[in-house]
């Protein structure tokens, strides 16, 4: 679990407690996709008061930011935006609604994302239970099950019509390599 630390003026979960089902929580050891055995969905957490330190802190990139519309709070749009600290996003989709990330405008809004991170190394991924995907400028790359520690490799080539992107999964040493400025 990671991703910012306070929440924007005005913000605020409501009723949302999807994070509570499609996260990891290590202090838990609670994966993916499943339901914490605390939460009470609509309602909140059974354990508020003494919730791990990764709840306490975990604050999604809706409520973090300023500029997502109420369209993205992760109860409507059954997606948790988490910004990486290492640089990207990952849209962490509920397993029960898989297609919810290809929708207007969080599709167009990712593949945004996609085409300013390219140039400056941070990949934006969607994540399905265990199954993650690459969102490149021109095509979706499926990845299917990462292990622990495996990392996602962006790579950029000139094509005959502009620049090509493919992903790829490395090992835990390696590094997002650099992508060529787009072509259009
Ligand atoms: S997903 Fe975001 S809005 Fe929903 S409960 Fe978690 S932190 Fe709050
Ligand atoms: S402990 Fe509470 S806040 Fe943390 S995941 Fe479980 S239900 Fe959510």
């Known amino acids: 679990m990671s991703g910012a630390m306070t929440a924007a003026p005005g913000k605020s979960c409501g009723s949302c407690t999807l994070c509570c ?7 838990l050891e609670k994966e993916h996709g499943v339901w914490c055995k605390h939460a009470q969905p609509g309602k909140g957490c059974a354990i508020y008061d003494t919730r791990p330190r990764e709840c306490r802190t975990f ?20 997606i948790v935006l988490i910004a990486e600290a290492a640089g990207g996003v990952t849209a962490v989709v509920d397993a029960g609604r898989p297609d919810a990330w290809r929708q207007a405008p969080f599709y167009q809004q990712l593949k945004a994302w996609a085409r300013e991170g390219v140039a400056v190394q ?16 021109d095509r979706e790359v ?19 019509f502009g620049t090509v992107y493919n992903a790829r999964k490395a090992g835990p040493q390696a590094i997002i390599a650099p992508a060529a400025t787009p072509q259009r």
Not at 21 to 27: D, P, S, Y
């Open 21 to 27: 089902k499609v996260l990891r929580i290590a202090e």
């Open 59 to 78: 604050h999604c990139g809706y409520l973090a930011s300023s500029e997502l519309s109420d369209e993205w709070h992760p109860a409507r749009s059954k």
């Open 142 to 160: 499926d990845l299917g099950l990462m292990d622990p520690g495996e990392q996602v490799v962006i790579e950029a080539e000139p094509g005959p």
């Open 122 to 137: 941070r990949p934006v991924m969607v994540r399905i239970g265990a199954r993650t995907i690459a969102v490149l400028p």
